[in-house]
């Protein structure tokens, strides 16, 4: 079985990642490995709802998500953001598919708290046949995050626990979570490694607050025995190495003893 690597490209900072960026997840995919994309977006939401003059709010990193709310965001994750993901992979000379959650039931979800948040959803399911025959045919799937429910309806997925979701159920190999900072900064340092017991001290003193709460709540709910470690790096100066090889804050359950 090839390793499964899911690369979370954040909202924050798509629009600057580098040709180089895209070559090396096409270089990952030609040395072996099954790279799967899945994007966010917020920033650019933003813009569209500011357009529109739409008012949305966050509630710990989860924007309430009315029906014009979610109609903006589906327009921008699915209309905009996918397809330019799409289009830099193939640029780069890979072969991408841009579907969304709903899109052959991908992301199943049901609504984290209707009252409180609207249209957010949470994924309990996914669709890992279709992700694993798009990858069985050298296609790079790139996922925007809105799913859908049982019955049918539509629901904003916040993009960090979209990936940790496909990660945890295509049992991938590596998290890794691209955004605009280097890692998780403390005291302006970024740390190399975090735990899952010094994360929550964090989120309580509040020296992780806002969009990074969704990230490491994601990463912790998909450390498993197959993906011992997720990693949080910054898009503008890196690029995802074919040996992993990338500088950032690996976050893992419990503290890893250093080699004597
Ligand atoms: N301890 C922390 N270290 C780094 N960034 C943090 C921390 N706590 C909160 N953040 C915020 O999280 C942001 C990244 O999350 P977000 O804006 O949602 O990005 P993305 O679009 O990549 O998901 C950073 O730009 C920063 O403002
Ligand atoms: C429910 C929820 O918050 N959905 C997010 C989906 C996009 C996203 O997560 O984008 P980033 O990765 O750029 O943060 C939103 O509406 O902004």
Same mark, same amino acid.
């Given at each position: 079985?090839?390793?499964?690597?899911?690369?979370?490209?954040?909202?924050?900072?798509?629009?600057?990642?580098?040709?180089?960026?895209?070559?090396?997840?096409?270089?990952?995919?030609?040395?072996?490995?099954?790279?799967?994309?899945?994007?966010?977006?917020?920033?650019?939401?933003?813009?569209?709802?500011?357009?529109?003059?739409?008012?949305?709010?966050?509630?710990?990193?989860?924007?309430?998500?009315?029906?014009?709310?979610?109609?903006? %965001?589906?327009? /921008?994750?699915?209309?905009?953001?996918?397809? =330019?993901? $799409?289009?830099?992979?193939?640029?780069? #000379?890979? @072969?991408?598919?841009?579907?969304?959650?709903?899109?052959?039931?991908?992301?199943?979800?049901?609504?984290?708290?209707?009252?409180?948040?609207?249209?957010?959803?949470?994924?309990?399911?996914?669709?890992?046949?279709?992700?694993?025959?798009?990858?069985?045919?050298?296609?790079?799937?790139?996922?925007?995050?809105?799913?859908?429910?049982?019955?049918?309806?539509?629901?904003?997925?916040?993009?960090?626990?979209? %990936?940790?979701? /496909?990660?945890?159920?295509?049992?991938?190999? =590596?998290? $890794?979570?691209?955004?605009?900072?280097? #890692?998780? @900064?403390?005291?302006?340092?970024?740390?190399?490694?975090?735990?899952?017991?010094?994360?929550?001290?964090?989120?309580?003193?509040?020296?992780?607050?806002?969009?990074?709460?969704?990230?490491?709540?994601?990463?912790?709910?998909?450390?498993?025995?197959?993906?011992?470690?997720?990693?949080?790096?910054?898009?503008?100066?890196?690029?995802?190495?074919?040996?992993?090889?990338?500088?950032?804050?690996?976050?893992?359950?419990?503290? /890893?003893?250093?080699?004597?």
């Amino acid at each position: 079985m090839r390793e499964i690597v899911v690369i979370k490209c954040g909202g924050s900072t798509i629009s600057e990642l580098s040709n180089e960026f895209f070559q090396s997840v096409v270089n990952m995919q030609q040395a072996g490995k099954r790279p799967i994309i899945v994007h966010g977006g917020g920033p650019a939401i933003n813009e569209m709802l500011q357009k529109l003059d739409i008012k949305s709010e966050f509630v710990d990193g989860l924007r309430k998500t009315t029906s014009e709310v979610l109609e903006t %965001a589906e327009m /921008v994750l699915c209309g905009k953001v996918n397809k =330019q993901v $799409v289009t830099s992979i193939q640029r780069a #000379g890979g @072969l991408a598919v841009g579907l969304s959650g709903c899109d052959g039931k991908l992301i199943e979800v049901r609504a984290v708290n209707e009252g409180m948040l609207g249209f957010v959803g949470e994924p309990i399911m996914i669709n890992t046949t279709l992700l694993n025959s798009l990858m069985d045919q050298q296609l790079i799937p790139v996922i925007a995050p809105i799913g859908i429910n049982e019955s049918g309806t539509h629901y904003n997925v916040n993009a960090d626990s979209a %990936a940790g979701a /496909v990660a945890k159920e295509l049992e991938a190999e =590596q998290l $890794v979570f691209v955004t605009d900072v280097d #890692g998780i @900064l403390k005291d302006g340092k970024c740390l190399d490694q975090v735990t899952a017991t010094e994360i929550e001290n964090y989120i309580s003193d509040g020296t992780i607050y806002g969009g990074m709460i969704p990230k490491v709540r994601a990463a912790l709910s998909t450390l498993t025995d197959t993906l011992q470690s997720v990693m949080i790096m910054n898009g503008k100066a890196t690029t995802v190495g074919k040996d992993g090889s990338v500088k950032g804050t690996v976050i893992v359950k419990s503290k /890893v003893k250093a080699h004597v």
